[in-house]
């Protein structure tokens, strides 16, 4: 069984940083794909970015592109989730995500293991 716990978020200016955790609960760390995910109110969730496999290259949701860095320290069992030049666009909830199945990195559904969410608000 595999557990997933977000945080960090928190209320930041537009233009800000902040850095999201996802700590995982997990044997073998090493081989999870984790993505990220968020919800805005009022919308569905939506791919933000993702580990092609356990470390490997990184995918970025276009809109994130550029602004945010994915990371991950596998002896600490915790992806990190660098976000620069925050938007008020970016304001959502923002979910952690793992599997060991590679591929369909943007596919919610593919993912078996989630976390419970953080909050990132961008003011303007």
């Known amino acids: 069984q595999v557990q997933l716990v977000e945080s960090g978020g928190g209320l930041v200016q537009a233009g800000g940083s902040l850095t999201l955790f996802c700590a995982a609960s997990?044997?073998?760390?090493?081989?999870?794909?984790v993505g990220w995910f968020r919800q805005a109110p009022g919308k569905e969730r939506e791919f933000v970015a993702a580990?092609?496999?356990?470390?490997?290259?990184?995918y970025y949701a276009d809109s994130v592109k550029g602004r945010f860095t994915l990371s991950r320290d596998n002896a600490k069992n915790t992806v990190y989730l660098q976000m620069n030049s925050l938007k008020p666009e970016d304001t959502a909830v923002y979910y952690c995500?793992?599997?060991?199945?590679?591929?369909?990195?943007?596919?919610?559904?593919?993912?078996?293991?989630w976390g419970q969410g953080t909050q990132v608000t961008v003011s303007s």
């Open positions: 995500a793992g599997k060991y199945v590679i591929g369909a990195l943007a596919q919610q559904r593919s993912y078996r293991y």
């Open positions: 997990a044997r073998t760390f090493n081989s999870l794909l």
């Open positions: 580990f092609n496999w356990s470390g490997g290259a990184t």
